[in-house]
C-alpha cells in the first residue's frame, strides 16, 4: 500500500524551478520530520533537505540558498521549491516521513517512511 504519494518532478532547463510535493496517508498517524533525499546514477542517497513538525529547517550544503522545505501540517504534505536548478540537480527524489523530530536533522532510516521517488532532470 502506498503511504507516501510523491509529485511535481519532471525536465526542466538550467536555471529553471520545479516544485515537488508528496502527501502522506492518513494511515501514517503522528508523522513529526519530513524530508527529501535524492540520489543520482552511482551516487549514495543523499538528504537534501529535512523539516520537524515545528517548522525548523535543515539543508545540504549543495542546495542551500536554492531550495525551500515547506510543509502543512493539516494535509500531510510535505514541498520542495527548487530555484536556479543546475545539471547536476539531476536525480531520483524521495519524499520520508517519520514518527521522531530528530530525522529532520541527523537523517531519515529503514524504520522511517519513503516514498517511490520522482524524476528530476535538468538539462544544460
Given at each position: 500500500?502506498?503511504?507516501?504519494?510523491?509529485?511535481?518532478?519532471?525536465?526542466?532547463?538550467?536555471?529553471?524551478?520545479?516544485?515537488l510535493s508528496c502527501e502522506a496517508s492518513r494511515i501514517i498517524d503522528n508523522i513529526?520530520?519530513?524530508?527529501?533525499?535524492?540520489?543520482?546514477?552511482?551516487?549514495?542517497?543523499?538528504?537534501?533537505?529535512?523539516?520537524?513538525?515545528?517548522?525548523?529547517?535543515?539543508?545540504?550544503?549543495?542546495?542551500?540558498?536554492?531550495?525551500?522545505?515547506?510543509?502543512?501540517?493539516?494535509?500531510?504534505?510535505?514541498?520542495?521549491?527548487?530555484?536556479?536548478?543546475?545539471?547536476?540537480?539531476?536525480?531520483?527524489?524521495?519524499?520520508?516521513?517519520?514518527?521522531?523530530?530528530?530525522?529532520?536533522l541527523r537523517g531519515f532510516d529503514q524504520t522511517d517512511y519513503w516514498g517511490q521517488?520522482?524524476?528530476?532532470?535538468?538539462?544544460?
Amino acid at each position: 500500500q502506498v503511504q507516501l504519494v510523491e509529485s511535481g518532478g519532471g525536465l526542466v532547463q538550467a536555471g529553471g524551478s520545479l516544485r515537488l510535493s508528496c502527501e502522506a496517508s492518513r494511515i501514517i498517524d503522528n508523522i513529526r520530520a519530513m524530508g527529501w533525499y535524492r540520489q543520482a546514477p552511482g551516487k549514495q542517497r543523499e538528504l537534501v533537505a529535512g523539516i520537524t513538525s515545528g517548522g525548523n529547517t535543515n539543508y545540504a550544503d549543495s542546495v542551500k540558498g536554492r531550495f525551500t522545505i515547506s510543509r502543512d501540517n493539516a494535509k500531510n504534505t510535505v514541498y520542495l521549491q527548487m530555484n536556479s536548478l543546475k545539471p547536476e540537480d539531476t536525480a531520483v527524489y524521495y519524499c520520508t516521513a517519520s514518527h521522531r523530530e530528530l530525522p529532520a536533522l541527523r537523517g531519515f532510516d529503514q524504520t522511517d517512511y519513503w516514498g517511490q521517488g520522482t524524476q528530476v532532470t535538468v538539462s544544460s
